[in-house]
């Protein structure tokens, strides 16, 4: 079986030497040039694997390396080495393409983590419906262009921020990501940030020693340590707490995290993807969250589509939906009349798929005879309208008069129950749905006695 080959670039005889012999050691054959020209010599003349480029060069940027590697040599994964904390130059090499960073000094267990999981990638594009639990249906065009992005990220290493609203498959893209990349057989952690109470988190991260506080009966290993050679997914990342935003800054810059109570730091090779329905960019404006975590974490940002903008895509995962609930419960798949996908693809969905989801899995079993008509769909009642408008108040004055009190608090349980509905019960992602703080929530659940 033919070597792979490792090109190293760097005006450093000693970096080289050190980068040469620790990659040499891996069975991996090298080779060492020291600036732009003469690796782009090179690289026209064989097949690099992987290339390990320093960011400053005597005639010119290894960021300029990155992107002839990009339109020239796609099969190639790209490493830049950086000064440590130059942040910026590691952003600006990941945006242009580069597949990883590793600040210098060099750490040998960072370079051989990176050099493993850059030979692990295939050539070739890898199949965006991998695994067989997670898989992104549709044949909108926002839906082909989502495919294409994470076929691209899939082999990149680069953070990526993950935008869209509740319910609308953030998760199932990360899994994707994560799926057809070279971690795919490492674990893939999800976490939801908002769900972790705050005095937790630390703890939940980076894990404790035996002693460290009260409760601490034993050691534990956080979300990084258990995270280690696969991917972290940081669901609602924005309702991380500032003092722990901070040290989530520190650990993906490290790549290392320090258990509560321990003095000793444990490396972690972890890729970091992130999501939240909330505008991310607007938080960091209202200070609620740290630019410089927003700038770490949104290196890429994918855009996942509302299902109000696939609505031809809702017959199709329908379908698949009744399908995958047959072959859970043993039974056949009920269909759908005309008249129920009708209401289907008129309806709005604030909760997204997951909504959808929730609606279809309802029908199935209210419905009689196999045969789901409009009816056991019990979609929100479109009498009950979103905004008052000048021509709407006679009659919504007839309907509240007498008791006006009692109709707005019928129209207020109607919303909490269906944003509920829609978020599959999920108390913290409905407050954040009906712009309510958790405790206003809370209250508004004890006063109508919601269970």
């Known amino acids: 079986m033919t070597k792979k080959t490792v090109l190293i670039v760097d005006d450093e005889p000693d970096i080289r030497e050190l980068l040469d012999i620790t990659i040499g050691r891996m069975g991996v054959h090298t080779e060492s040039v020291g600036c732009v020209r003469d690796a782009l010599a090179l690289l026209g003349e064989q097949a690099v694997h992987l290339c390990l480029t320093d960011i400053r060069l005597p005639d010119g940027s290894g960021i300029d390396i990155v992107r002839h590697i990009q339109d020239n040599n796609r099969d190639t994964a790209v490493a830049v080495l950086t000064a440590y904390g130059s942040t910026e130059l590691a952003v600006e090499a990941l945006k242009a393409g580069a597949f ?45 262009q989502l495919r294409e992005q994470i076929t691209k990220l899939a082999r990149s290493q680069a953070p990526v921020y993950i935008s869209g609203e509740s319910g609308s498959g953030k998760e199932v893209v990360a899994r994707l990501i994560h799926a057809n990349g070279p971690r795919s057989s490492a674990p893939f952690v999800p976490v939801n940030c908002g769900a972790i109470p705050g005095e937790l988190v630390e703890s939940e991260f980076f894990g404790h020693v035996k002693g460290s506080f009260t409760g601490a009966y034993d050691n534990k290993e956080g979300l990084f ?72 974490i949104n290196v890429i ?63 199935a079993t209210l419905c009689e005879n196999n045969i789901i008509v409009a009816a056991d769909l019990s979609l929100p009642d ?34 909490l129950r269906d944003a509920l509905s829609a978020n599959d019960g999920n108390k913290t992602e409905t407050a954040h749905m009906l712009g309510l703080t958790f405790r206003q929530l809370r209250y508004k659940l004890q006063k109508y006695n919601f269970d």
């Open 100 to 144: 990883d960073f590793i600040n210098k000094p060099v750490s040998i267990e960072q370079l051989r983590n990176t050099v493993t999981t850059a030979l692990r990638l295939e050539s070739g594009e890898p199949r965006v419906d991998s695994s067989s639990h997670t898989r992104l249906l549709g044949e909108t065009p926002v839906i082909r």
């Open 225 to 296: 340590e258990a995270a280690n050679g696969g991917t972290l997914f940081l669901d609602e990342v924005a309702d991380l707490p500032l003092n722990m935003q901070v040290k989530l800054l520190r650990a993906i810059q490290e790549k290392a995290v320090r258990r509560i109570g321990s003095n000793q730091e444990i490396p972690v090779d972890v890729r970091i993807l992130s999501a939240t329905h909330r505008d991310l960019a607007k938080e960091v404006a209202a200070e609620h969250f740290r630019s410089d975590l927003f700038y770490r």
């Open 301 to 363: 940002e994918v855009q996942v589509p509302s299902l109000r903008e696939r609505g031809s895509d809702i017959p199709l995962l329908a379908r698949f939906m009744l399908d995958k609930l047959a072959q859970s419960w043993g039974i056949e798949a009920p269909e759908l009349n005309p008249s129920a996908l009708e209401a289907l693809t008129r309806y709005s969905f604030p909760g997204n798929v997951r909504e959808l989801e929730n609606i279809i899995e309802r029908a």
């Open 382 to 415: 479109s009498s009950v309208p979103a905004t008052v408008g000048a021509d709407q108040g006679p009659s919504l004055l007839g309907q509240a008069k007498g008791d006006i009190e009692g109709y707005l608090a019928g129209i207020e349980q109607h919303i």
